[in-house]
C-alpha cells in the first residue's frame, strides 16, 4: 500500500570538467533531458525525473573503486580505464595502476582523466569519458519510465508481517 513511498528517484552524477567539450555536451544532454521532453524528437513524452549531482572535480579513490566495478568489463585496467591520452597525462612506466595513485594524479592534473564520468549510482552504470554511455544510461531510465523494463523488486519487509 505504501510501496510508492519507497520509489528512489535515480541518482546521477557527472564528474565534469569545464574545460572538457565532451564534459560540457554531456552536461548539456543530462540538464536537456532533466527539463525537456524524453526522447528530445518525442514532444508528447515527459522529461526524465532523476537527481543531477554536478561534481567539478575528479572524483575521490572510493568513488573511482566503485565506478570500475560499475563498467561492463571486469578486465580493465584502472589506468586504462579513467586515464587520458593527454600529452600531460603519465605514459609509460609513470602510468599509475591504482585507484588510489590515479585520483592523486586527477587532483594534480585534471587533464589527464578521461572526462566527463558519469554516473547512475541506483543502476550501477557509468560511462567514462564516452557521450554514448551517457545516451546509453539516459535510455536505459527512458525504458524503465516507459515500462519496457521492469523495476526490481521492491524491498518487502521480513519478520513478523511476512
Known sequence: MFNSFRRRLPEISIFHHPKSPPSNK???LLRSA????????????????????????PPTSDQLKTIL????????????????AHFSAP?????PEG?????????????????????????????????KGVEDILE????RRDGELKNEEVDQPKGWFS
Open 91 to 95: 605514459s609509460g612506466s609513470d602510468r
Open 26 to 28: 554531456a552536461l548539456t
Open 140 to 143: 536505459t531510465m527512458r525504458k
Open 99 to 131: 585507484v588510489a595513485a590515479i585520483a592523486k594524479v586527477a587532483q594534480e592534473n585534471p587533464s589527464a582523466l578521461k572526462w566527463p564520468i558519469v554516473v547512475d549510482w541506483n543502476d550501477g552504470q557509468a560511462s567514462i569519458g564516452d557521450i
Open 34 to 57: 532533466l527539463s525537456s521532453p524524453y526522447p528530445p524528437n518525442q514532444s508528447a513524452k515527459l522529461p526524465l525525473d532523476f537527481n543531477l549531482d554536478v561534481v567539478e572535480g
Open 69 to 84: 566495478s560499475y563498467l561492463p568489463s571486469q578486465s580493465i585496467s584502472p589506468s586504462t580505464a579513467f586515464l587520458s
